[in-house]
């Protein structure tokens, strides 16, 4: 399988506590990117982090990048029921393709 | 256009029959990336473009399934004898070139089902 590994597959939250996603590789990366998807159609590109950085925040979102450990986390701050989604991690390889792990479908409960 | 463009939305077509998935990506992208995704499951990719050429055709199933960029912008997708396994969303992402600093647009999608 082309696909990588992120946990939790499903998480339910309250609206206001923070959602933390996480996702591990296999190979080397250039980067690694967050992407949101609603209703199983379009991808939003959420953030990139490259393979020298280790923290990037954007907004709510803070993502970080262990490339020792090759795992990436993403962490949403005060959730909103906007933000209810699946989540993607996408690595970039020195091959330049971009391969996504399965997702972690998260529902923020009001 | 301001982002990338993917006719049609929706497409149903009979087994057997041959179909055709198109993508207009943002202007002046020169990288054009085409992914599958199953129902709950994430994309899974296919093939990419760098200009014209295809850079890595790598993940395109079999023979059936066949990707042009003839002129650097548009691209099809053209899959022959369709299979009902072929029923997935088929979407495509343009970047304005490879490179470790650069994400992908997506389009919203071609849901494709073979009856």
């Known amino acids: 399988s082309q696909q990588g590994e992120e946990d939790p597959q499903a998480l339910s939250i309250q609206e206001g506590e923070n959602a933390t996603m996480n996702c591990s590789y296999k190979?080397?990366?250039?980067?690694l990117q967050w992407y949101r998807q609603n209703s199983g159609r379009g991808l939003v590109h959420l953030i990139l982090?490259?393979?020298?950085?280790r923290e990037k925040h954007s907004g709510r979102l803070r993502v970080t990048l262990d490339t020792s450990k090759k795992s990436s986390s993403l962490l949403i701050t005060a959730s909103r029921a906007a933000d209810t989604a699946s989540y993607f991690c996408?690595?970039?390889?020195?091959?330049?393709?971009?391969?996504f792990g399965k997702g972690t479908r998260l529902h923020i409960l009001p | 256009g301001a982002g990338v463009s993917q006719t049609p939305s929706n497409k149903v077509t009979e087994k057997g029959k041959y179909v055709e998935l198109r993508c207009d990506p943002i202007?002046?992208?020169?990288?054009l990336y085409w992914y599958r995704q199953s129902l709950g499951q994430g994309p899974e990719f296919l093939i990419y473009?760098?200009?014209?050429?295809?850079?890595?055709d790598s993940g395109l199933p079999n023979d059936r399934f066949f990707a042009v960029r003839p002129e650097g912008s548009v691209s099809t997708l053209k899959i022959q004898r369709t299979e009902r396994g072929d029923s997935a969303v088929y979407l495509c992402?343009?970047?304005?070139?490879?490179?470790?600093?650069?994400?992908?647009?997506f389009g919203s999608g071609t849901r494709l089902t073979v009856v």
């Open positions: 982090i490259r393979s020298n950085e």
């Open positions: 190979t080397s990366i250039n980067n």
């Open positions: 992402a343009s970047s304005l070139t490879v490179g470790p600093s650069y994400g992908y647009t």
């Open positions: 473009f760098q200009g014209t050429g295809a850079a890595d």
């Open positions: 202007s002046g992208h020169t990288a």
């Open positions: 996408a690595r970039r390889g020195r091959d330049d393709k971009i391969i």
